[in-house]
């Protein structure tokens, strides 16, 4: 029988033990866990599963607003099945859960809450705000087949609210703001994905999500992406130098000095050479081609439609 250890939010040393793994009808192979919960009284155990180690790491960075949940959303649904939130769990919870894939939010590790953020006068981005020991634990556990607890960041109350019990998927998504800022748990990333969304982007989703959604002032979303930037120049736009893949959204060139931002422009950054890891190329690998589809075979609203396609090198990577 192997001991191993469960991270936990409290306590980095509880133990459990592990009998002979199983086959499941995913077709995971799993273990048994027995967790030996200790109290100062008495010791109390509950039984988890989890894989058998096989857990893919996928890493998703992205400032605030940028698309994180949405492009996860769909990204969930092509590995199958619908996300859902845990049942039963905490209704504030930030994870999501499908037949194959965990995602799991970052926010989750903030060591600050809102009110302690203020105190010190650090934003959410700062890593002074964010405890990344506990984050390298976890996601170094679940890869490799152990549950964990993890903390839940109440976005409504501003609070750290109880942890949670988070199972080892088929495939594991980190998504927020520094899934590749500390480099241990950026060796764990099997793959990583920045969203890469220019200013002028931003902010209009920025405004349309939170004046609709969230009640925000104009003024207030300007007021916080201001005082936001800083930081994002420091810690979370350097990440996209380490992604394998990176989806730039820019404004439209087709449209001279278009202010509506309706029509985007987007630019996908594959590094070659990723393991496991195929670029898609337009027509030809290697050539570089500039493509605008005749309009007899190919029809679309205005403004048109221009594809390009070619190499060329990204913070010194061939891509
Ligand atoms: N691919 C897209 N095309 C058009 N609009 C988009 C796209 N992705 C996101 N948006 C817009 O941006 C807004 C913010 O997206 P989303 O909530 O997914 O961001 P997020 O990074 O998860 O934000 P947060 O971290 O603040 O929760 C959405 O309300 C949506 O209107
Ligand atoms: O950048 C963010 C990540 O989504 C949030 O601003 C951060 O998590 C702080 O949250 P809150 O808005 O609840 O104070």
Redesign the pocket.
């Known amino acids: 029988m192997a001991v191993c250890t469960v991270y936990t939010v409290q306590s980095l040393n509880s133990t459990c033990s592990i009998s002979k793994p199983t086959k499941t009808h995913l077709g995971f192979n799993q273990k048994q866990l027995v967790f030996f919960k200790k109290t100062t009284t008495r010791r109390t155990t509950t039984e988890i599963t989890c894989s058998a180690g096989d857990t893919v790491v996928i890493g998703l960075a ?1 400032d ?8 996860m959303r769909r990204l969930t649904s092509v590995f199958g099945g619908a996300a859902e939130p845990p049942k039963g769990g905490n209704p504030d919870s930030n994870t999501l859960i499908s037949d194959t894939t965990t995602v799991i939010c970052l926010d989750d590790y903030h060591s600050l809450d809102r009110t302690g953020r203020k105190e010190k006068g650090v934003t959410a981005l700062d890593p002074r705000a964010n405890n990344f020991d506990l984050m390298y634990e976890q996601v170094k556990a679940i890869k490799s087949g152990v549950a964990v607890e993890k903390p839940i960041y109440n976005h409504v109350t501003g609070l750290i609210d109880p942890p949670e019990l988070i199972k080892p998927p088929k495939i594991f998504v980190i998504e927020g703001l520094h899934p590749m800022y500390d480099a241990r748990v950026r060796e764990l990333l099997d793959f990583s994905i920045y969203l890469d969304i220019s200013n002028e982007v931003k902010f209009a ?2 405004i ?2 939170d004046m609709a ?1 969230r009640g925000h002032s104009l003024e207030s979303i300007k007021a916080s992406i201001e005082a936001r930037k800083p930081d994002f120049d420091a810690y979370i736009d350097p990440q996209k130098q380490y992604a394998d893949a990176v989806i730039e ?1 820019l404004p439209t060139q087709l449209i001279p000095d278009d202010n509506e931002g309706k029509v985007l422009r987007v630019r996908l950054i594959m590094k070659e050479g990723v393991k496991y890891f195929n670029p898609v190329y337009l027509f030809d690998e290697g050539s570089t081609i500039s493509w605008i589809p005749c309009g007899r075979k190919l029809t679309c609203s205005y403004p048109g439609i221009k594809f390009s396609y070619g190499p060329e090198t990204y913070f010194g990577h061939e891509v």
Do not use: I, N
């Open positions: 992205a605030s607003g940028c698309g994180k949940s949405t492009f989703w920025k349309q999500r959604e959204v």
